[in-house]
């Protein structure tokens, strides 16, 4: 089945810096999601992205979906605590919303105050 | 809005034995899923319901793995009989609608952590 590769696989980072992340695949895919999962809940949506090439934000946070459709950056500025978490990505082959999602294996960020 | 509901939130059981875990989806969300996440990992889709049809359940482990919605509201994924790598935590999220357009609205419950020993 379709893999994702996400790394880096964990972060430990100041308060206030800035934080980049990637997936990567040998599929392409039409759609590229950005969960956030804390401890003891379940994942929650961040940001999602459509098309070859959009960048879209959500506060401090920024994506984008590669233009060759087989990879997605989330980018996190002045990071705070509560941005720590397990980021996922997930990807969808599939243009319909029904269609299946494949996770990427998450990036673990720490931040220190 | 409540959120989806899941139960039991912990389950410590012994391989061989039987499990079974819980969903009530958001009120109104016809599609429901069923995922696998074993730690350090990404969620793993293991069955997918619209109403109470099953739309995909391709990676369903089906000789030990069941799930049913038989009113097309909550539903039960079972697992008889368990084995040491079933531990994991099993998260069941739901969402309006499953065939119309783009829209992301698939919202994750709390997950069940289970624990086969």
């Known amino acids: 089945g379709q893999q994702l590769n996400q790394s880096p696989q964990s972060m430990f980072i100041q308060e206030g810096e800035d934080v980049s992340m990637n997936c990567t695949s040998s599929s392409i895919f039409n759609t590229w999601l950005w969960y956030k999962q804390e401890p003891g809940e379940g994942p929650v949506l961040l940001i999602a992205?459509?098309?070859?090439?959009e960048l879209t934000s959500n506060g401090r946070l920024t994506a984008q979906f590669g233009i060759t459709r087989k990879d997605s950056f989330l980018n996190i500025s002045a990071s705070i605590p509560s941005d720590v978490g397990i980021y996922f990505c997930a990807g969808r082959i599939g243009r319909n919303a029904g269609n299946m999602l494949t996770f990427g294996g998450g990036t673990r960020l720490m931040v220190k105050p | 809005e409540a959120g989806v509901a899941q139960s039991p939130r912990y389950k410590i059981i012994e391989k061989r034995q039987s499990v079974a875990f819980w969903c009530n989806p958001i009120?109104?969300?016809?599609?429901l899923y069923w995922y696998q996440q074993i730690l350090g990992q990404g969620p793993k889709l293991l069955i997918q319901?619209?109403?109470?049809?099953?739309?995909?359940d391709s990676q369903l482990p089906k000789d030990r793995f069941s799930a049913e919605r038989l009113k097309g509201v909550d539903s039960t994924l079972k697992i008889q009989p368990a084995k040491l790598e079933d531990s994991a935590v099993y998260l069941c999220?739901?969402?309006?609608?499953?065939?119309?357009?783009?829209?992301?609205?698939?919202?994750f419950g709390p997950g069940t952590r289970l624990l086969v020993l």
């Open positions: 319901f619209q109403n109470n049809g099953v739309v995909d």
């Open positions: 009120s109104g969300h016809a599609t």
């Open positions: 999220a739901s969402s309006p609608w499953a065939d119309r357009g783009l829209q992301e609205t698939q919202y």
């Open positions: 992205l459509y098309k070859a090439g």
